[in-house]
């Protein structure tokens, strides 16, 4: 579970998970910054976190470790889509392995979260 709490600049939130904390932030209309990420890319960044950390277990399988590994995601909003659009970075070396490592990534916990139908309700 992740809690949110608004701080007292306009805009900026903490958030807690376990022990772990950071700032997210966002500007409009003038008002707010840039301490933290926006809520959208908190988005992108479980999704890029989750493919190269699924990216980087693949190689492992393949007894492959301390690899380069990246992942891109940007998320576009349309009217009635909202598409996630993904790039895979591997080392030059590691090209031989993307097969197997796109079809990890594919299938990563947080992709296929976000694949499934979504329905929001309060506790």
Known sequence: MVEAVALPVPWQVR???GGNEGIADTLKAGI??????RPHELLEASLATCMTISAR?????L???DAEVRVRVQLEREESTTRFRYELLLAP???AHRPAVEERIAHSPVCSTL???LTFEPV
């Open 93 to 95: 070396e590691l090209e």
């Open 115 to 117: 694949s499934k139908p």
């Open 57 to 61: 277990m693949a190689l492992a399988d």
């Open 15 to 17: 958030f807690q998970a």
């Open 32 to 37: 707010g910054g840039s301490a933290g990420m």
């Open 63 to 65: 007894s492959i470790t």
